[in-house]
């Protein structure tokens, strides 16, 4: 498997509260990515990086921002959650031009 | 913004039927890529399209790229229990851009 991995796992947080999903590589990728899924919604795109320090928004950014200050580090904040955040986040990476790795998902509940 | 949208969004097949799930983009693409996703897992990458027209197989396996690139097709031949999951396509607007998901297809698999 890739070197991606996802933290937390799981976590359930109160509506209101900020959270932050980390993304780890090891793969020196250029491009990560934040999806979320929802049943009957697929894989939303939240936000993207192209490099180091330089994102975009998404389809659903709404709520959410983004930083990497690493080649190897793409964080996920929710700035203050709430219910309709509840989802799973996915992390990907790739190198822009081929297939595209994903890290195991991260369940997210706000009560 | 760039759309991807699948169709039928869910099918049930008995073992030893076929099964064909289609991808249709708003714009056109660069390549599109197609991902399954197990049950409770992650999605996994299963074969990137890049030419008008292209088709590849892998075993029971048919990929289709449209003519004028905004739409494919994967076709299964006589399904497996094994074949059960949601089946992405996801298509770049642009060579080194960012990777939109559709909307997936789920596939459940009977005896």
């Known amino acids: 498997d890739a070197g991606i991995t996802q933290s937390p796992r799981h976590k359930v947080t109160e509506t209101g509260t900020p959270v932050t999903l980390r993304c780890h590589q090891t793969?020196?990728?250029?491009?990560m990515y934040w999806y979320r899924q929802d049943p009957g919604h697929g894989l939303r795109l939240i936000h993207y990086?192209?490099?180091?320090?330089?994102?975009d928004k998404g389809e659903v950014s709404d709520g959410y921002s983004v930083s990497r200050s690493k080649t190897e580090d793409f964080l996920l904040t929710l700035e203050s959650a709430t219910s309709s955040q509840t989802s799973v986040y996915f992390c990907?990476?790739?190198?822009?031009?081929?297939?595209?790795?994903f890290g195991q998902g991260t369940r997210l509940t706000v009560v | 913004g760039q759309q991807v949208m699948q169709i039928p969004q869910y099918q049930h097949v008995q073992e030893g039927e076929d099964f064909t799930t289609y991808c249709n983009s708003s714009t056109t693409l660069s390549n599109i890529q197609w991902y399954k996703q197990r049950p409770g897992g992650h999605p996994v990458f299963l074969i990137q399209?890049?030419?008008?027209?292209e088709v590849k197989k892998q075993k029971r396996l048919t990929f289709q790229f449209g003519e004028a690139k905004k739409n494919s097709s994967l076709h299964i031949t006589a399904t497996q229990t094994t074949d059960v999951g949601t089946y992405f396509c996801a298509g770049q607007g642009g060579t080194a851009s960012k990777l939109t998901f559709g909307t997936g297809t789920r596939l459940q698999v009977t005896l």
């Open positions: 990086s192209y490099g180091v320090k330089d994102t």
């Open positions: 990907a990476i790739s190198d822009g031009y081929t297939e595209a790795f």
């Open positions: 399209l890049v030419k008008s027209g």
């Open positions: 793969e020196n990728h250029r491009y």
